[in-house]
């Protein structure tokens, strides 16, 4: 009787040291990576709970548009025009509580957006010459 045949080799034995080299070399920079972005340090940052950035975004509530007032937290398009058509209205605003006038912004909108809003400063005039 004749041994029944061998089935062939998927990947050839020449190939096998190499994609073997290759492998292990890709789980090395696997690791490498993980290193170097903190992984063991515990500075990995969590996906769920990024950190706060600070990158500094103030608005001037008597200049800006739509598009600026309604990334501010706590807003939305709607409040952000409600925003811009009580400046046409009554002019601009001549502090920051002057927006709890505005319908939809309440003490707890204006604290959200606070930080973000840059200082209101009032010109003074002078005596007037002639």
């Given at each position: 009787m004749e041994p029944p045949d061998t089935p062939a080799a998927v990947v050839p034995p020449r190939s096998q040291p190499l994609i073997a080299f290759l492998v292990a070399g890709s789980l090395?920079?696997?690791v490498?990576?993980?290193v170097a972005a903190g992984g063991l340090a515990g500075r990995l940052v969590h996906h769920d709970a990024p950190p706060?950035?600070?990158n500094g975004f103030t608005v001037n509530i008597n200049t800006?548009?739509?598009t600026e007032l309604a990334q501010l937290p706590g807003l939305g398009v709607t409040t952000a025009r409600r925003i811009i058509d009580h400046r046409r209205e009554h002019g601009p605003f001549t502090?920051?509580?002057g927006l709890l006038?505005?319908?939809g912004i309440g003490q707890v909108t204006l604290a959200a957006m606070r930080p973000y809003l840059q200082p209101i400063t009032v010109a003074k005039t002078g005596p007037h010459q002639p």
């Open positions: 090395g920079v696997g490498a990576w993980f706060v950035s600070d800006a548009d739509e502090s920051l509580d006038d505005v319908p």
